[in-house]
């Protein structure tokens, strides 16, 4: 059986999408490449420049993490960052990985603009929340901090398999452990989620 973990910082995982940082060269496994909020300073033109070259290259299999993150002072500069992210997206045809922090509200009338998948990793608010991006068909990924939140685990099991991913991000270890829990909390045997999250990868990469 092979977990996929949909959004990580290990280059040693075999299995998932990198998540490639300025400025790294293209890798063989799969990746995304974006400028995350807390990267973001005007006249930055490496980091474009960088960008808009690994995420032509083929294993390039999404634009992100970009985002919206409440923490970071700029706020005008880090949306127009981020539009021109949503924009590359749309160009290359490639589905987004998220970050938002506390910016959910703006996030959501993106996804009018925005012609292709997006993912929001690393997802731990509220059932409300959850709900809001659902009904805007965004999908979510979820991390290990299921593992100890029994309220993000009451939201795991009612949340539509079919829209979720799982990832370890920053965290070293394994993502085993992980796929155990919400197999176990939504009723599913580990082989029926490994399955429905391949074929969730299936209907969101470029084609
Ligand atoms: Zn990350």
Redesign the pocket.
Same mark, same amino acid.
């Given at each position: 059986m092979e977990y996929f973990d949909f +959004?990580?910082?290990n280059r040693a995982t075999e299995k998932g999408i990198y998540?490639l940082s300025f400025p790294e060269l293209p890798r063989e496994g799969l990746f995304s490449a974006g400028i995350h909020p807390q990267e973001i300073s005007s006249g930055n033109e490496s980091r474009w420049k960088w960008l808009h070259e690994v995420s032509q290259h083929p294993n390039c299999v999404a634009i992100g993490?970009c985002g919206l993150d409440g923490r970071v002072p700029d706020e005008k500069v880090q949306s127009e960052a981020f539009s021109r992210q949503t924009e590359l997206a749309n160009d290359l045809c490639k589905p987004m990985i998220i +970050?938002c922090v506390r910016r959910f509200s703006h996030l959501i009338p993106f996804r009018k603009k925005v012609r292709v998948p997006m993912v929001v990793?690393?997802f731990s608010k509220k059932q409300s929340v959850a709900e809001e991006l659902r009904k805007h068909d965004f999908y979510l990924s979820f991390g290990k901090s299921v593992l100890q939140n029994v309220n993000l685990q009451r939201l795991v099991k009612d949340f539509p398999t079919e829209k979720m991913f799982l990832e370890t991000?920053?965290d070293e270890g394994g993502i085993e452990e992980l796929y155990r829990l919400v197999s176990s909390v939504k009723g599913i045997s580990e082989e029926a989620l490994i399955h429905q999250i391949e074929k969730n990868l299936q209907a969101i990469m470029p084609r």
């Open positions: +959004h990580h910082h998540n993490e +970050h990793h690393g991000d920053a």
